[in-house]
């Protein structure tokens, strides 16, 4: 079973940035695609952004212009580039990942979430 892990949450003042990872506990044979998502107090989760595996992404409309999701192939690592952060980014965010291991097992995996607090 493949774990994610995130990083980089943390408290920013608004207009601050910060980046968050997803790192896969194991290597990746296939990678269909990956996703951030975020959820508010008593809000339903959110789409933030999503990459393929041809690298196409999509944003949330309210992120777009924001934030940036990259990945680096080699470290099965995913980025959330978040600038001119805004109180209502204000979130648990998570990352999904959708793929095959190195023993060839499919796996869809949520991570724990990381924490990101935007506020002055």
């Known amino acids: 079973q493949v774990q994610l892990a995130e990083s980089g949450g943390g408290s920013v003042q608004p207009g601050g940035s910060l980046r968050l990872s997803c790192a896969a506990s194991?290597?990746?044979?296939?990678?269909?695609?990956m996703g951030w998502y975020r959820q508010a107090p008593e809000k339903p989760r959110e789409l933030v952004a999503t990459?393929?595996?041809?690298?196409?992404?999509n944003y949330g409309a309210s992120v777009k212009g924001r934030f940036a999701i990259s990945r680096d192939r080699v470290k099965t690592t995913v980025y959330l580039q978040m600038n001119k952060l805004k109180p209502e980014d204000t979130a648990v965010y998570y990352c999904?990942?959708?793929?095959?291991?190195?023993?060839?097992?499919?796996?869809?995996?949520w991570g724990q979430g990381t924490q990101v607090t935007v506020s002055s």
């Open positions: 999904y990942m959708d793929g095959a291991d190195d023993g060839l097992n499919a796996f869809q995996s």
């Open positions: 194991r290597m990746i044979s296939r990678f269909n695609g």
């Open positions: 990459i393929s595996s041809g690298d196409a992404v």
